[in-house]
């Protein structure tokens, strides 16, 4: 998986809780992206970095929030977890440039009760 | 209407044939289009891209893009039951400064041994 770590692996949670979710490359690639995959939809973008502290939202930001403090490192975190957040949570990394390859992690499993 | 629309399957084959997976797509600022593989509870592995219209051989797979028709394609010749797993087709849109690519849903391929 391209150098590309995340953890955990699976999460069970009650409605209302934070959640903190964790990418880790060891690429040194300049992007990094969070994604969801759901039934029907395919990958939709959350939120993406272009560098150290430097993000920007995706199509379906809503609910959640990003840090970057490391080239290696990329957090994605749900405020107040809700039913709807129930996904596999994929983090990818990338050099960007216009064939923009990314590179996926094994995926996170999250369930809100 | 989605960008971007993949057939869902399942697609099965008998071991040995000949594969063909599709996408259609509907915007023309589509310029760079990947393949990814996706084993079941595993994240998407980029299998190869292609710039513009044109083929691309990689072993037993072939990406082939029609970009007059919004069609592209990917062969995958002398199946293997390994081959059976979820396969995307992604697109880069570099010129509209979208960061994210844009996935189809996915095609799920069982190869029968």
């Known amino acids: 998986d391209a150098g590309i770590t995340q953890s955990p692996r699976h999460k069970v949670t009650e409605t209302g809780t934070p959640v903190t979710l964790r990418c880790h490359q060891t690429e040194n690639h300049r992007y990094m992206y969070w994604y969801r995959q759901d039934p029907g939809h395919g990958l939709r973008l959350i939120h993406y970095?272009?560098?150290?502290?430097?993000?920007d939202k995706g199509e379906v930001s809503d609910g959640y929030s990003v840090s970057r403090s490391k080239t290696e490192d990329f957090l994605l975190t749900l405020e107040s977890a809700t039913s709807s957040q129930t996904s596999v949570y994929f983090c990818?990394?990338?050099?960007?440039?216009?064939?923009?390859?990314?590179?996926f992690g094994p995926g996170t499993r999250l369930t809100v009760l | 209407q989605k960008e971007v629309e993949q057939d869902p399957g399942p697609l099965s084959v008998p071991e040995g044939a000949i594969v063909s997976l599709n996408c259609t797509y509907s915007n023309s600022a589509f310029q760079y289009f990947m393949w990814y593989r996706q084993y079941s509870r595993k994240g998407p592995e980029l299998l190869m891209y292609?710039?513009?219209?044109g083929n691309k051989e990689d072993g037993r797979f072939t990406a082939q893009v029609d970009k007059s028709s919004k069609y592209i394609s990917l062969f995958i010749r002398d199946s293997q039951p390994s081959d059976s797993a979820t396969y995307l087709c992604a697109m880069s849109a570099p010129r509209t400064g979208r960061r994210a690519l844009t996935f189809g849903s996915g095609t799920r391929l069982q190869v029968q041994p």
């Open positions: 990818a990394s990338g050099w960007g440039g216009d064939t923009n390859e990314q590179f």
């Open positions: 970095s272009y560098g150290v502290k430097d993000t």
């Open positions: 292609t710039y513009s219209s």
